[in-house]
């Protein structure tokens, strides 16, 4: 999701860190406390330097910086993903094993550009399930998710990512100690009528199954509870009944859904884990350990290979840790590797003018995916932009991505914040040949 951003900047090879929060919600209590860390021009404790001294809030669209600007060029040999990882049949149709490294997934006999969006919601928390406030999930507005899918059908944005158990609002129940006890009413009702629109829009969904909220300090609003389940990645009894009592079956119900692209395991996590390589916690959150996260990951990505044919992926905040996300740092780290299908980054413009230049631990790579070539990172995996701001000139902003060689690009979003220039990229998907044209599910 969208945070505090910087102004854009003229993209060079640099480094640093510098974010902030600006968090929101569909039904218009506030789910993210607002925080920034300034940057600087000077070096700072980590080695890395910043090219701005402002920090400001920015709405400025993922064209922040010129098309065709040059990449660092630089390989960091520790960034390549050689660990091993599992061989099981994975993904759409079938596909005879994961996807390999390039700007291409595999999805029905075909090697396709994900071109996509975020809904990412009609309310967040409450697609999927009912709660105190109401049952007001997905089965209560099939006509309103209709449009939506149909209108970015018509766009060329095939593939749809849409939130799920986001804070634990709704959809999961809970025992008084908090220990997830399965999957809450309505939630497969409401699946089912995502994916039966969807199927009838001929685009493909990938479910997110937690937002980074899940793990915020706990709220209450007229019963509701907002965040407050850091425990159940931290606690490995909790860890497990949550994979147990409702990640499993709800794989299990939908294993043959055509319409299901992949399942995303969390959206940025990056924001409430304590210990990954310079951390940016949000003053929200309840902050967990790496290796619990991981193992949480670990888990649900096995659980996807052995029970569906959907791709797993997971939403990191930056292409500055994506390194994280990969088996050489599992093994650097002594962590559980987790075996993702399709790598995501999220790209906003506080990202611009930041790189890391030899660090340490994640290596040579500019924040920005208009400058980080794909190859350069040594995935075994592709890559898909998962998030970024395409209000405006979306034509030239696309050029950048495939030419850098990142396999996919959902926009941010249709129905939360920012606007989605449609026309401008159907009119580059009409461009792209076969390249974008996914088959039906």
């Given at each position: 999701?969208?945070?505090?951003?910087?102004?854009?900047?003229?993209?060079?090879?640099?480094?640093?860190?510098?974010?902030?929060?600006?968090?929101?919600?569909?039904?218009?209590?506030?789910?993210?406390?607002?925080?920034?860390?300034?940057?600087?021009?000077?070096?700072?404790?980590?080695?890395?330097?910043?090219?701005?001294?402002?920090?400001?809030?920015?709405?400025g669209t993922s064209a922040g910086t010129s098309?065709?600007?040059?990449?660092?060029?630089?390989?960091?040999?520790?960034?390549?993903?050689?660990?091993?990882?599992?061989?099981?049949?994975?993904?759409?149709?079938?596909?005879?094993?994961?996807?390999?490294?390039?700007?291409?997934?595999?999805?029905?006999?075909?090697?396709?550009?994900?071109?996509?969006?975020?809904?990412?919601?009609?309310?967040?928390?409450?697609?999927?399930?009912?709660?105190?406030?109401?049952?007001?999930?997905?089965?209560?507005?099939g006509a309103e998710i209709a449009s939506d899918?149909?209108?970015?059908?018509?766009?060329?944005?095939?593939?749809?990512?849409?939130?799920?158990?986001?804070?634990?609002?709704?959809?999961?129940?809970?025992?008084?100690?908090?220990?997830?006890?399965?999957?809450?009413?309505?939630?497969?009702?409401?699946?089912?009528?995502?994916?039966?629109?969807?199927?009838?829009?001929?685009?493909?969904?990938?479910?997110?199954?937690?937002?980074?909220?899940?793990?915020?300090?706990?709220?209450?609003?007229?019963?509701?509870?907002?965040?407050?389940?850091?425990?159940?990645?931290?606690?490995?009894?909790?860890?497990?009944?949550?994979?147990?009592?409702?990640?499993?079956?709800?794989?299990?119900?939908?294993?043959?859904?055509?319409?299901?692209?992949?399942?995303?395991?969390?959206?940025?996590?990056?924001?409430?884990?304590?210990?990954?390589?310079?951390?940016?916690?949000?003053?929200?959150?309840?902050?967990?350990?790496?290796?619990?996260?991981?193992?949480?990951?670990?888990?649900?990505?096995?659980?996807?290979?052995?029970?569906?044919?959907?791709?797993?992926?997971?939403?990191?905040?930056?292409?500055?840790?994506?390194?994280?996300?990969?088996?050489?740092?599992?093994?650097?780290?002594?962590?559980?590797?987790?075996?993702?299908?399709?790598?995501?980054?999220?790209?906003?413009?506080?990202?611009?003018?930041?790189?890391?230049?030899?660090?340490?631990?994640?290596?040579?790579?500019?924040?920005?995916?208009?400058?980080?070539?794909?190859?350069?990172?040594?995935?075994?995996?592709?890559?898909?932009?998962?998030?970024?701001?395409?209000?405006?000139?979306?034509?030239?902003?696309?050029?950048?991505?495939?030419?850098?060689?990142?396999?996919?690009?959902?926009?941010?979003?249709?129905?939360?914040?920012?606007?989605?220039?449609?026309?401008?990229?159907?009119?580059?998907?009409?461009?792209?040949?076969?390249?974008?044209?996914?088959?039906?599910?």
């Open positions: 999701m969208p945070r505090l951003r910087r102004p854009p900047l003229l993209v060079l090879l640099a480094a640093g860190l510098a974010c902030g929060d600006a968090g929101r919600d569909a039904t218009g209590t506030s789910d993210a406390t607002g925080t920034s860390d300034a940057a600087s021009s000077s070096t700072t404790t980590d080695g890395s330097t910043s090219l701005t001294g402002e920090t400001t809030s920015d709405a098309p065709g600007t040059t990449s660092p060029g630089t390989t960091n040999p520790g960034t390549t993903d050689s660990a091993t990882t599992s061989d099981a049949t994975t993904g759409p149709g079938d596909t005879d094993g994961p996807p390999g490294p390039g700007g291409t997934v595999p999805v029905g006999g075909g090697d396709f550009f994900l071109l996509g969006a975020n809904l990412p919601w009609k309310s967040y928390g409450g697609d999927f399930g009912g709660n105190n406030w109401g049952v007001y999930g997905v089965h209560t507005k899918l149909g209108a970015l059908a018509g766009d060329d944005m095939r593939v749809v990512r849409w939130f799920v158990f986001t804070d634990g609002r709704a959809g999961v129940d809970f025992d008084d100690g908090g220990v997830p006890l399965g999957v809450g009413e309505h939630v497969f009702e409401d699946m089912d009528e995502a994916l039966a629109r969807a199927s009838a829009a001929g685009v493909y969904l990938v479910p997110v199954l937690l937002d980074f909220h899940w793990a915020f300090w706990a709220s209450y609003d007229n019963g509701v509870q907002m965040g407050g389940h850091a425990d159940t990645i931290s606690d490995p009894g909790k860890r497990a009944a949550l994979v147990d009592a409702v990640i499993a079956p709800l794989l299990d119900h939908y294993a043959d859904a055509p319409a299901i692209l992949a399942w995303e395991i969390m959206n940025e996590p990056e924001w409430v884990l304590a210990d990954i390589p310079d951390p940016s916690v949000d003053g929200g959150a309840e902050a967990v350990a790496l290796a619990d996260f991981a193992a949480l990951c670990a888990s649900v990505a096995d659980e996807v290979h052995a029970r569906t044919d959907a791709y797993v992926t997971l939403g990191s905040a930056s292409l500055k840790w994506h390194r994280v996300w990969t088996p050489a740092f599992a093994a650097e780290r002594g962590l559980p590797v987790i075996d993702l299908d399709i790598y995501q980054a999220h790209y906003y413009s506080w990202m611009d003018g930041q790189a890391y230049d030899d660090h340490p631990e994640l290596g040579t790579v500019a924040f920005s995916p208009l400058v980080q070539d794909y190859g350069a990172l040594g995935l075994a995996r592709p890559m898909v932009v998962g998030e970024l701001a395409l209000s405006s000139d979306a034509g030239a902003t696309l050029d950048v991505i495939l030419s850098r060689g990142y396999a996919g690009a959902w926009p941010w979003s249709l129905n939360a914040d920012f606007s989605i220039d449609a026309a401008g990229v159907k009119a580059w998907s009409d461009g792209q040949g076969a390249l974008t044209q996914l088959p039906p599910p």
